[in-house]
């Protein structure tokens, strides 16, 4: 069974510093998805990882994906209070949009 | 382009009774996931529709059930409601399945509470 882990889950941090979010997942996966939730909204997609050593970034925030650790990082640059969500990792194991999310890692940026 | 949209936003029923919770794909999209989130957890995925036919389902008994229509607008059904069944019930429309470059777009959700 696919689980996909990632951590920390709660992460409170003050503007300008920078920190890296962790997300790993058991077993071979053909697409790794990064997305944002805002408190009572919905999902907001940020970034899809589709190969080996892809890293995208827009903004502040930067993905990268290492399908031989099975490992998935975002990274925040330099944080800023707006970037306060809940941000998910989730992997596509058959490129069939059937996604296994993680729990979830809720980022508090403080003034 | 317009997006996903679903209804109704919230919802209140009882412990046994049924409902039906709707969503319109974003436009040119033939595939709709469905999703339930728990407070404070992340979405589990529960079945998903492809041209009119269920494509896959996730860990979730058969009192959850589908529908998908010609215009690709869907429908999850949900029977003999439970209390653990209150959550955010999302979902999501996407290209066919194995496109390569796309993500899943999300609707807003219904919130469901069951007492």
């Known amino acids: 069974e696919l689980k996909v882990e990632q951590n920390p889950l709660f992460l409170s941090m003050q503007e300008g510093k920078n920190y890296t979010i962790y997300c790993n997942y058991s077993?071979?996966?053909?697409?790794l998805y990064w997305y944002r939730q805002d408190p009572g909204k919905s999902l907001e997609s940020l970034f899809v990882?589709?190969?080996n050593g892809a890293v995208k970034q827009e903004g502040r925030l930067m993905a990268s994906l290492d399908t031989k650790a099975r490992l998935s990082t975002l990274h925040i640059t330099a944080a800023v209070h707006d970037l306060s969500a809940t941000y998910f990792c989730?992997?596509?194991?058959?490129?069939?949009?059937?996604?296994?999310w993680g729990a979830g890692t809720k980022l508090i940026i403080k003034p | 382009e317009t997006g996903v949209t679903q209804s109704p936003t919230h919802l209140i029923k009882t412990r046994g009774q049924q409902v039906t919770l709707r969503c319109s794909s974003q436009?040119?999209?033939?595939?709709v996931s469905w999703y339930q989130q728990a407070l404070g957890q992340g979405p589990q995925f529960i079945f998903q529709?492809?041209?009119?036919?269920?494509?896959g389902r996730g860990n979730f008994p058969p009192r959850f059930s589908g529908l998908q229509f010609p215009n690709y607008s869907s429908e999850l059904n949900v029977n003999a409601l439970e209390l653990d069944d209150s959550a955010l019930y999302l979902c999501?429309?996407?290209?066919?399945?194995?496109?390569?470059?796309?993500?899943?777009?999300f609707g807003p959700g219904t919130r469901l509470t069951v007492l």
């Open positions: 989730a992997v596509d194991l058959d490129s069939n949009y059937q996604l296994i």
């Open positions: 529709y492809y041209r009119e036919e269920e494509n």
């Open positions: 436009s040119g999209h033939n595939t």
């Open positions: 990882l589709l190969s």
């Open positions: 999501a429309s996407s290209l066919s399945p194995g496109s390569f470059t796309d993500t899943q777009y």
């Open positions: 077993t071979t996966s053909d697409r």
